[in-house]
């Protein structure tokens, strides 16, 4: 799949730009377990993926810097100099961000060509943006030598986010996406952005993403509500981060709060010690409890976070009854995007062309199914 579309961007590069590329290929991710975790200074467990964001870079002597979407057939060309964001700029955001992120520190940059495409889902909660992002700071520290760090780069990535893109996102998608490695997850502690490395051996079942295709516009006025009530409780418990309470320390509080916001905090509680426990349960070899993680997860966000919406969980409570299914939930912000499933592999099939039906039958639209594999983070190729 990746073999394909790096081929392609090789080839747009130089019928574009008439010269020989370097090329980076940089992940999207999933996350297994910690939902809204990170920006509470808790812990995630995301993992890179084996779609991503192909990008062909190389030295301009033109005056300007240009970038061709390859997706969406669309050219950006600007000047290196006073770099500010598009009022309607979309994807040229992520990579101005990125550009005057690395400007910041100081750094002098020279004319460069781009072109990229992508095989990461829209609006699935893959994290192109971040792939993208990571794709370009990673491709122009290697065309201009510039010896950033990782750790640098991903900071330049997020920075891009928050003051091009307009959100504040926590680190996860750029590390997850930065720091992959095959076959394993990153239980990620978001404080110290330190992450451990498990390799998981899923035995005979696999992570399968079921795509609702909608994205409801509640999800960003809602995330932000959510993370003034968590800093807010924490303000109120005199401590940096619910990542540093317990359900005691809550329980203290418990008259001064309602009780929506009450349930919102027990969740980020809980969640993070469930990722502790799903790391456990990696060590011990335990899919089955991997599988009841994920569904305790689905019921904290839907039940106690409101973040869940009709057609995510259908599509989790519709594999409850499936003896074949260990475990599904939500992944990514809320409201819409995709649902993660822990399946037997030969169950695929059947259940592919099942829940496609009843999805359809139910909401009268389709689901889209893709699996994916934990991979590599972000590299030249």
Known sequence: ???????????????????????????????????????????????????????????????????????????????????????????????????????????????????????????????????????????????????????????????AEHNFAGVKCGIMDQYASMFGKKESALLLDCRTVTSKTFKIDFNNYKLLLINTNVKHDLSESAYNNRREVCEKVSHLLKIDALRDATRNDLDKVKSDISEEDYQKCLYIIQENERVQLFSEAIEENNIVSLGEYLYKSHNGLSTKYNVSCKELDFLVDSTRENQKILGARMMGGGFGGCTINLILKSEVKNFKKDISQKFQNKFNRACSIYSVKLSKGTRKV
């Open 1 to 159: 799949m990746n073999k394909k579309l790096i081929k392609e961007v090789k080839k747009s590069f130089k019928s574009h730009f008439k010269t020989k590329p370097l090329i980076v290929f940089s992940p999207g991710r999933i996350n297994l377990i910690g939902e809204h975790t990170d920006y509470n200074e808790g812990f995630v467990f995301p993992a890179a993926i084996n779609k991503g964001i192909a990008l062909a870079i190389q030295k301009s002597t033109s005056k300007k810097s240009k970038v061709f979407a390859i997706n969406k057939e669309e050219i950006h060309e600007f000047s290196l100099d006073k770099i500010q964001p598009l009022e309607n700029g979309g994807w040229q955001n992520y990579i101005l961000g990125v550009v005057a992120e690395i400007q910041k520190k100081g750094i002098v940059l020279d004319n460069f060509n781009i072109a990229f495409a992508g095989n990461i889902p829209g609006g699935a909660g893959m994290s192109s943006s971040a792939a993208l992002e990571n794709s370009v700071v990673f491709g122009l520290n290697s065309l201009f030598n510039l010896s950033l760090s990782k750790k640098e780069m991903i900071l330049i990535s997020q920075n």
